[in-house]
C-alpha cells in the first residue's frame, strides 16, 4: 500500500507565521489560447518540503549536492502518544517507549502528533520538538535525514534555530511538515519517499512525500 504523506498545496493553507500562502493564475486557458497552463508563486518552504542545510548554514549544501539516497529508502518511526503541548522530546522518551535503535533505516519520522490540529485555528504551533541530545543519538546511529509531521523542527519562538542548525552542521536535511503518519508502523521499517525539486543552488524544495507500508 502507498501512503499520500504530502499536504494539497492550497491558497488557504497553513504556513509559517509570516510566510507566503500559493498563488495560483491562468496564464491560458482553453476558451482562449486553446489549452490551459498555470502559473504558482510561493516560498519553497510552503506544505511539505524539504529543507537543505545551506538553509541556516552558509557553507552547506543545496538540494542539488545533496544525495537521491537521503530522500528514498528505508525508514523508521516514533511516535508520541501524548498531546501535544510544546513538550521536549527526550532520548529517554524514546527508549521508556521501546525505541532502541534505528534497525539498520537511515530515515528517521518523528510523529509529534500535532497533524489533527493542522489546518484548524486549534494548531497553536505547540509541536513537541526534539532536544539536541537526541538528535546527536539519532546521528551517531546512523540517521541520514530527519522527517516530521511538525511545521518545524525548533520551536516557532526559538530564534536561534538550534536544532536545524545541529542537524545541518551534520549534513543532514530536514523534511518537514509531513501527514497520515498514523497510517504507517513505529519501530518497524518502511520504505519512504519525499522527492524534492531539482532547483539547483536553493534551500529548500515543496516535495511529494510518500511510504510503501
Not at 538528535?135 to 509531521?149: E, V
Request: charged letters at 20%; aromatic letters at 8%.
Amino acid at each position: 500500500m502507498i501512503v499520500d504523506l504530502s499536504y494539497p498545496l492550497k491558497p488557504d493553507m497553513l504556513v509559517w507565521p509570516g510566510g507566503g500562502r500559493p498563488v495560483y493564475e491562468w496564464v491560458s486557458r482553453i476558451n482562449s489560447e486553446g489549452w490551459n497552463e498555470t502559473h504558482i508563486k510561493m516560498p519553497v518552504h510552503t506544505g511539505t518540503h524539504v529543507d537543505a542545510p545551506l538553509h541556516m548554514c552558509p557553507e552547506g549544501d543545496p538540494l542539488d549536492a545533496i544525495e537521491l539516497s537521503r530522500f528514498w529508502g528505508d525508514a523508521r518511526l516514533f511516535r508520541m502518544d501524548e498531546i501535544p503541548n510544546d513538550q521536549e522530546i527526550t532520548l529517554e522518551t524514546l527508549q521508556n517507549s521501546g525505541f532502541i535503535s534505528l534497525g539498520g533505516a537511515e530515515i528517521f519520522v518523528m510523529q509529534t502528533g500535532i497533524e489533527p490540529f493542522s489546518e484548524t485555528r486549534d494548531y497553536n504551533y505547540k509541536y513537541p520538538v526534539p532536544t539536541i541530545e537526541l538528535l546527536g543519538w539519532l546521528a551517531q546511529n546512523g540517521m541520514k535525514t530527519y522527517m516530521t509531521d511538525a511545521t518545524s523542527v525548533d520551536r516557532v519562538n526559538d530564534i536561534k534555530m538550534r536544532n536545524h542548525k545541529f542537524l545541518f552542521e551534520r549534513g543532514i536535511p530536514i523534511i518537514e511538515n509531513l501527514k497520515n503518519l498514523s497510517k504507517l508502523p513505529a519501530n518497524a521499517n518502511f520504505t519512504i519517499c519525499a522527492m524534492p525539486l531539482l532547483l539547483p543552488g536553493r534551500e529548500g524544495s515543496p516535495c511529494r512525500a510518500a511510504a510503501i507500508v
